[in-house]
């Protein structure tokens, strides 16, 4: 029965899409006719409190000015205050549903790599891979960071505006494929007002979860107004950590361990917490400054992963695991007139730190029985304590990384009014990574440990500095009033570097390459004399390695300043007695080109013809090569039509997109990630939204087609064979994680019972399934095995959601019974393996089961 009310659901979904489908502009009036702000201001008048309607027109700066969406000749989706509040929508997970052009990974709550039209090869989320090819701003500044999208908690907030393309003209480097705008509600000089919203909600399979909110607007005067926002969220649990064994050589007599003191039911709960401030001064008639402050705090325990191998919802983990991510950001921007230009400053610091420890018995499990014929991980890895016994090889990851991001633009624009109009600016930022990740094993002994961290098998420490300079621009001119040309183009400059330290100790008891006998002072505790404190540099020059060969000084290490406690350097450049960051630089343009014509004021067609870049970069794993900046051409038409004075709405977009020598990232030797420039690819799609408002029933529907394929081999390395040995994936293959297919619907229905307004409102959204790793062919580390990844981690399989909800507005409050996930659907929106070889337990991320809640609401 669930199956068949699921299948009407998609049939009806998939109707309405071939009228309102493939999605360029969302068209969906979530605001009133604003007044138009640069700042995207609106006010408690733009958004009646009990209107259940979704009339007026939404006005965005997705081109650095106000404007009515239909006039922008973009593929742009905005999502408003009104139906932000309707949908409850509060995280990344949430609004992304709305947004059809975009897909993720994500391995839990702040751990989320964004894609866009497809532009995705899988595997980018190192908290040291490649920059991301989505940017994420936060008003006028941008918030994107190099370790996963920041999960900023939606509350108050204007509207989210979706900007799919490459938007290098504007936007500059990390908007390559697109860019998502976090706009939210300013400081309002008009009156004391605030509102205070609560829920709580039962997961199946799980446990209670809650939130409160509020959010408060003071004036001081006609001149000043402060706007605060808190919130408080708890995610419940809803995966279990079920009692389990792991046995590792050498057998007998080997080692048999269980997690009983980890066993726990709905372990991977989520807390959130934080709040915003804005500070709105107006200078004078002309200028206006506004500082704001934002802080937030996500604790996260558990997996938000599932082994299938193990149970639904279940897992089989050995260590303590958690997550803390916390960041602040302070930021200014001032807006003014100098004559009748307008004048706009954006300058931002942002200060985010995350800490996590991870189960890794994956790893130990796998590699012990790669290495079972010399007797495991104990016989190869010398796993021993201070007494030489065998020890427990169980492995924990704890990291911790320190992210910093300064950004500063100033730009200015022409009047809008006028035939001939120009934008223009110069751009900076610097962000930086201070990346620890330490591999830990109880009671590993000295000898075998990184010198310095005993019980530390592995080490990364590194010190990562990206920075960008660009000057941009924008000119359009009205060749007649219904026909307009746009070209922009965008001058860049990166440098960015890297510094430090990865791998293994110095071992005095093993030695097995190069023919020399074990002897008393050889590198490593594994079996290899190439990494860690092996590849180490010494004064004079050289590495360790290099005068352990030749019988010279191994004792005269080289460090760096810039990163902190390390043993010594092997990654980085040797100037004197010091080594330095390795560095990787470019520079370039990108362009974008319009024309626009309007041949009623209710439709617009426009064909855009762009580029965009994601810098190169530099590997974490010092012998490995840097990678290359890679490319994004996108050739598109689109259209925007407007019917039925203003109730219906029905927007496009088809494109090709050619992506050049794409970065991709996978896991290589010792499961250590490495990026290097894959294949060409060819992306073709449409897209589509629309929306209707009918007296009490407002309907919306968009969808999205993704033809995403390589054109050349994907081969081991940079360079191919040639003779197809070294292929992992040939000319033709679909590219990863986004689904050929994705639509979403949403009806509401508002009806008045007395003195107050009822409404009963559906949202169904479908996807596709896709392919969880591009690669067919990988020879696996230690047997030679030829591993299919695509194939054993596994796809991400085609499911259908459905929410519902029905609530009433009266006077200044509202309530309202919901639940999301209605048919309880397994979703799963990615798989991944713990290490390089972990084909054994690939895991699944599943979306949140079926979740039933209360929400209350109140306006003052």
């Not at 990974?105 to 090869?121: D, F, K």
């Not at 509600?185 to 009156?191: E, F, L």
């Not at 959601?801 to 409050?813: C, P, V």
Request: net charge negative; proline share 5%.
């Amino acid at each position: 029965m669930v199956v068949s009310f699921k299948r009407r659901m998609l049939v009806q979904l998939l109707a309405s899409a071939a009228i309102a489908s493939p999605a360029a502009a969302q068209g969906t009036p979530d605001q009133v006719a604003a007044t138009p702000t640069s700042s995207g201001q609106t006010t408690q008048a733009d958004v009646p409190q009990n209107s259940s309607t979704t009339d007026g027109d939404i006005i965005v700066t997705a081109q650095k000015r106000d404007e009515n969406i239909q006039n922008v000749p973009i593929s742009i989706q905005a999502i408003g205050t009104r139906r932000l509040d309707q949908l409850n929508v509060s995280n990344f997970n949430e609004y992304t549903q709305l947004l059809p052009s975009v897909a993720f990974q994500s391995s839990q709550p702040g751990v989320t790599t964004v894609y866009m039209r497809g532009v995705a090869s899988g595997g980018d989320g190192n908290h040291s891979g490649s920059l991301p090819s989505v940017g994420t701003y936060l008003d006028e500044q941008p918030v994107t960071t190099i370790g996963g999208t920041l999960d900023i908690h939606i509350y108050d907030v204007a509207r989210i505006e979706s900007l799919a393309g490459p938007q290098g003209t504007l936007y500059g480097a990390s908007s390559e494929a697109g860019t998502i705008r976090i706009i939210t509600n300013k400081p309002d000089t008009a009156g004391f007002y605030g509102r205070v919203d609560g829920e709580v909600n039962s997961v199946r399979s799980g446990g209670i979860g809650y939130t409160t909110e509020g959010m408060l607007n003071i004036p001081f005067g006609e001149r000043m107004a402060l706007r605060v926002v808190g919130f408080y969220q708890r995610d419940a649990g809803f995966i279990d950590n079920v009692p389990g064994t792991r046995s590792f050589l050498p057998q007998p007599g080997g080692v048999t361990v269980t997690n009983d003191q980890f066993v726990e039911k709905d372990y991977n709960d989520t807390e959130t917490y934080g709040g915003r401030a804005a500070l709105k001064i107006d200078l004078d008639d002309n200028w206006t400054a506004t500082p704001t402050f934002l802080y937030q705090e996500q604790r996260s325990h558990g997996s938000y992963a599932f082994d299938p191998k193990v149970g639904d919802l279940e897992v089989q983990h050995f260590y303590p695991e958690y997550r803390k991510d916390r960041f602040a950001q302070a930021a200014l921007t001032i807006e003014g007139q100098l004559g009748n230009w307008d004048v706009t400053y954006a300058g931002a610091y942002l200060d985010r730190r995350a800490e996590q420890s991870t189960d890794y018995t994956d790893y130990s499990e796998a590699y012990d029985s790669l290495y079972s014929s010399v007797g495991g991980l104990a016989g190869y890895f010398y796993y021993q304590d201070a007494a030489g016994n065998t020890i427990d090889p169980r492995q924990r990851v704890v990291g911790r990384d320190h992210f910093k991001k300064t950004s500063q633009e100033l730009r200015v624009a022409s009047p809008a009014d006028q035939p001939f109009r120009i934008v223009a600016g110069g751009f900076y930022q610097r962000q930086s990574n201070l990346i620890f990740q330490d591999y830990q094993i109880p009671n590993l002994g000295p000898d075998v440990s990184v010198n310095g961290y005993t019980g530390t098998l592995w080490l990364t420490r590194q010190h990562r500095v990206d920075k960008d300079y660009a000057v941009f621009g924008e000119a359009s001119y009205d060749l007649t009033p219904r026909l307009t040309l746009t070209a922009g183009g965008r001058a860049f400059i990166y440098d960015n570097s890297l510094v430090g330290f990865f791998g293994f100790g110095r071992n005095p008891g093993v030695d097995p390459e190069d023919g020399r006998p074990y002897t008393a002072s050889p590198f490593n505790a594994a079996g290899s004399s190439r990494t860690g404190l092996a590849s180490c540099y010494l004064a004079g020059g050289g590495t360790l390695r290099d005068a352990y060969l030749s019988g010279g000084d191994t004792s005269a290490f080289l460090t760096t300043k810039d990163v902190g406690g390390i043993p010594c350097a092997n990654l980085g450049v040797v100037k004197g007695n010091t080594v330095v960051p390795k560095r990787a630089d470019g520079q370039g343009v990108t362009y974008r080109f319009n024309a626009t014509w309007k041949p009623t004021d209710l439709l617009l067609l426009y064909g855009t013809w762009s580029k965009g870049f994601r810098p190169g970069g530099i590997n974490r794993r010092g012998d490995v090569g840097d990678y290359d900046a890679d490319f994004l051409t996108n050739y598109e038409l689109g259209w925007k039509t407007t019917w039925l004075d203003g109730r219906l709405r029905i927007n496009g977009a088809v494109y090709q997109q050619d992506w050049d020598q794409f970065q991709f990232a996978f896991l290589g030797e010792n499961s250590f990630t490495v990026i290097q420039n894959g294949p060409d690819a060819r992306i073709r799609g449409i897209e589509m939204d629309a929306n209707v408002s009918a007296g009490p029933l407002s309907f919306t529907a968009s969808g999205a087609y993704t033809d995403a394929k390589t054109r050349t081999d994907l081969c081991r390395t940079v360079t191919c064979a040639g003779d197809g040995s070294d292929v992992v994936a040939a000319a033709g293959r679909r590219l990863p994680i986004t689904p050929r297919f994705k639509l979403s619907a949403t009806a509401r229905y508002t009806v008045p019972i007395g003195a107050a307004k009822a409404y009963l409102q559906g949202l169904v959204a479908h996807q596709s399934s896709a392919a969880s790793d591009i690669r067919l062919s990988v020879e696996e580390v230690g047997t030679g095995r030829l591993a299919n990844p695509s194939a054993e981690i596994g796809r991400l399989p085609a499911y259908t959601t459905g929410n519902l909800a029905l609530g009433a507005d009266w006077g200044k409050y509202t309530l309202e019974l919901f639940a999301r996930n209605l048919w309880d659907e397994r979703g799963q929106i990615a798989r991944f393996i713990q290490c390089g070889s972990c084909y054994q337990r690939p895991y699944a991320v599943p979306i949140t089961p079926r979740t039933i809640g209360l929400r209350l609401g109140a306006k003052f």
